[in-house]
């Protein structure tokens, strides 16, 4: 029993949610798992094993909406987001090399379930990084990062071109395209300093010890529930 019960921890774990950019576009379907890709290409940086696209939406020059879809499949529950954008074409596939400049506070997710589900997140108003101007005509891609539970991150991309504010070519944003589903909530990340820069120099080993023996302490319930399985 105890087997069986570990594998089906780890397969838990190991589970993997997707995201799929429902607005201003997306490069394209990389919702897959294949020889070349045998763990997904959805984890592949920066942009879910999907080249630079000529399938280009035009965006505000001041900013705009995106939205998209988390729980494509199983495996979050919670996860980080985070929303980049790169400018540039010196990247290995034409577009940016740097996707490293963020355009929101990250925060996190809290899905109704560690299964797949069809919740839709909408920002409606992501704004350009400080003292950032972008003219009509200039080209860049947003990055949606996804953090799963077990740390890995997924990469999902949309190719873009500014335009002015109420220029015709902007994809409306309406109720049918930017909406926050009832069963999607959201927290804030934050740290709690439990251990001040450089205090694990001065650690002496009997402290050191006790804090694995602590550690372990929160196992207690996982070992006491497994033995009770076994009876």
């Known amino acids: 029993m105890l087997p069986s019960l570990l594998l089906a921890t780890t397969a838990a774990t190991l589970a993997t949610a997707h995201t799929v950019i429902t607005y201003p576009g997306w490069r394209g379907n990389n919702l897959h798992t294949n020889d070349a890709w045998p763990y997904g290409m ?23 909406a995106i939205a998209f879809q988390p729980g494509w499949f199983q495996g979050h529950q919670t996860a980080f987001l985070y929303i980049n954008i790169g400018v540039g074409t ?47 005509g200039d080209n860049a891609t947003l ?9 890995a ?22 109720e049918t395209n930017c909406f926050n589903s009832s069963d999607v909530g959201f927290a804030s990340i934050y740290t709690v300093t439990t251990q001040a820069v450089g205090a694990s120099a001065n650690m ?6 006790s804090l694995r ?16 399985l076994l009876m």
């Open 42 to 64: 959805q984890w592949e940086y920066p942009c879910g094993g999907i080249n630079l696209t000529t399938n280009r939406t035009y965006w505000p020059t001041t900013g705009g």
């Open 90 to 136: 010196e990247g290995p596939d034409g577009g940016p090399i740097n996707m490293s400049n963020p355009l929101i506070t990250p925060f996190q997710l809290l899905g109704p379930s560690n299964g797949p589900y069809p919740g839709t997140v909408c920002l409606p108003q992501v704004g350009l990084p400080t003292n950032w101007t972008m003219n009509p």
């Open 143 to 151: 990055q949606i990062v996804e953090i799963a539970m077990h740390g």
């Open 153 to 174: 991150a997924l990469f999902s991309c949309v190719d873009i071109t500014f335009a002015e504010p109420g220029d015709p070519r902007i994809p409306e944003v309406n």
């Open 204 to 209: 002496d080993v009997s402290s050191a010890s």
């Open 213 to 228: 023996a602590a550690a372990w302490l929160g196992y207690l319930p996982v070992l006491a529930g497994a033995a009770w």
